[in-house]
């Protein structure tokens, strides 16, 4: 009997041990996938789209109560209840092809935020191509979860290289503070953006501008500081031009001007327009300065 409660009172030592073992190696090996993932996150930062995005647009419309319009009579009398707001063309927002130019009240002022921002960059208007779409007017390539016909959604034409880069950037960095979901499309290629309503308001559009304000102020403290550098650099050799350029003479007894431009091969005018004379008169003991050339 007493061999037989110490075995079994090992084997249960044992079983103990190795659950714990199991449990500790599992959660080591979890933690490290997941410092994997965060990595791989973090170094493939971009504007794919994935069924995660399309979920988080999702819920947040759902979260925001916003329906989702499935004709063109619900989209109307929307319009007319006040729930979308007119996109109207501006200097820095132009609309290309939109069946209906209304959006969510937040989403408007958004693409009116962005549209400024982007024509001080690239100096030409932000084209929109899509805005709010009922279920019943959706492509045949768009998705059934859509946040389109909720009205929180925009398609934006794809700009050349330079402003499509910093479009990029910024729809990224956008998306980083929670404002957005961005997607680059292929088919047709676009900018596919979704406002987050609960997250986005007038303070935080307030605290975008305060930080681009901060950061065009530091660029031209900074050009400032380098163009009055570079001002000062040419000053300094221009005055050392003028420097080598002339020579100085003093004047001697029988000098005059048209002798001191024979001896220096120089014509009388230029001696005259350097030392700012009316006349040929000079006086003994005068100092000039005698031009290299002219």
Same mark, same amino acid.
């Given at each position: 009997?007493?061999?037989?409660?110490?075995?079994?009172?090992?084997?249960?030592?044992?079983?103990?041990?190795?659950?714990?073992?199991?449990?500790?190696?599992?959660?080591?090996?979890?933690?490290?996938?997941?410092?994997?993932?965060?990595?791989?996150?973090?170094?493939?930062?971009?504007?794919?789209?994935?069924?995660?995005?399309?979920?988080?647009? #999702? !819920?947040?419309?759902? /979260?925001?109560?916003?329906? $989702?319009?499935?004709?063109?009579?619900?989209?109307?009398?929307?319009? =007319? %209840?006040?729930?979308?707001?007119?996109?109207?063309p501006?200097?820095?927002?132009?609309?290309?092809?939109?069946?209906?130019?209304?959006?969510?009240?937040?989403?408007?002022?958004?693409?009116?935020?962005?549209?400024?921002?982007?024509?001080k960059?690239?100096?030409?208007?932000?084209?929109?191509?899509?805005?709010?779409?009922?279920?019943?007017?959706?492509?045949?390539?768009?998705?059934?979860?859509?946040?389109?016909?909720?009205?929180?959604?925009?398609?934006?034409r794809?700009?050349?290289?330079?402003?499509?880069?910093?479009?990029r950037?910024?729809?990224?960095?956008?998306?980083?503070?929670?404002?957005?979901?961005?997607?680059?499309?292929?088919?047709?290629?676009?900018?596919?953006? #979704? !406002?987050?309503?609960? /997250?986005?308001?007038?303070? $935080?559009?307030?605290?975008?501008?305060?930080?681009?304000?901060?950061? =065009? %102020?530091?660029?031209?403290?900074?050009?400032?500081?380098t163009?009055?550098?570079?001002?000062?650099?040419?000053?300094?050799?221009?005055?050392?031009?003028?420097?080598?350029?002339?020579?100085?003479?003093?004047?001697?007894?029988?000098?005059?001007?048209?002798?001191?431009?024979?001896?220096?091969?120089?014509?009388?005018?230029?001696?005259?327009?350097?030392?700012?004379?009316?006349?040929?008169h000079?006086?003994?003991?005068?100092?000039?300065?005698?031009?290299?050339?002219?």
């Amino acid at each position: 009997m007493k061999l037989s409660t110490q075995k079994l009172s090992f084997c249960l030592f044992r079983l103990r041990v190795i659950s714990l073992l199991t449990i500790v190696l599992g959660l080591t090996i979890m933690g490290g996938l997941d410092q994997l993932h965060a990595k791989r996150g973090k170094a493939s930062a971009s504007l794919r789209g994935s069924s995660r995005s399309v979920d988080r647009q #999702v !819920i947040a419309a759902r /979260r925001s109560g916003l329906k $989702r319009y499935k004709s063109r009579q619900q989209v109307l009398r929307a319009i =007319r %209840k006040g729930h979308l707001k007119r996109v109207r063309p501006k200097h820095y927002l132009q609309l290309s092809n939109v069946s209906y130019p209304y959006a969510h009240p937040k989403l408007h002022s958004l693409l009116n935020r962005l549209g400024r921002l982007y024509y001080k960059h690239c100096r030409s208007p932000l084209v929109i191509t899509s805005l709010t779409r009922p279920i019943n007017e959706q492509p045949r390539n768009g998705s059934k979860r859509s946040v389109h016909p909720a009205g929180i959604a925009a398609d934006l034409r794809v700009p050349p290289y330079a402003c499509r880069k910093w479009l990029r950037n910024t729809l990224l960095s956008w998306e980083t503070q929670g404002f957005i979901e961005a997607t680059r499309e292929k088919r047709p290629p676009h900018f596919h953006i #979704v !406002i987050i309503p609960h /997250r986005l308001n007038t303070t $935080r559009l307030a605290q975008l501008k305060a930080t681009q304000q901060q950061g =065009r %102020k530091k660029r031209s403290k900074s050009s400032r500081y380098t163009k009055n550098k570079h001002a000062n650099r040419y000053a300094k050799r221009r005055g050392q031009k003028t420097s080598r350029m002339t020579k100085t003479y003093r004047v001697r007894r029988g000098d005059s001007i048209w002798r001191l431009s024979r001896r220096w091969h120089v014509s009388e005018k230029a001696i005259k327009r350097i030392n700012g004379l009316k006349s040929s008169h000079i006086e003994l003991g005068q100092v000039l300065k005698i031009p290299n050339h002219g």
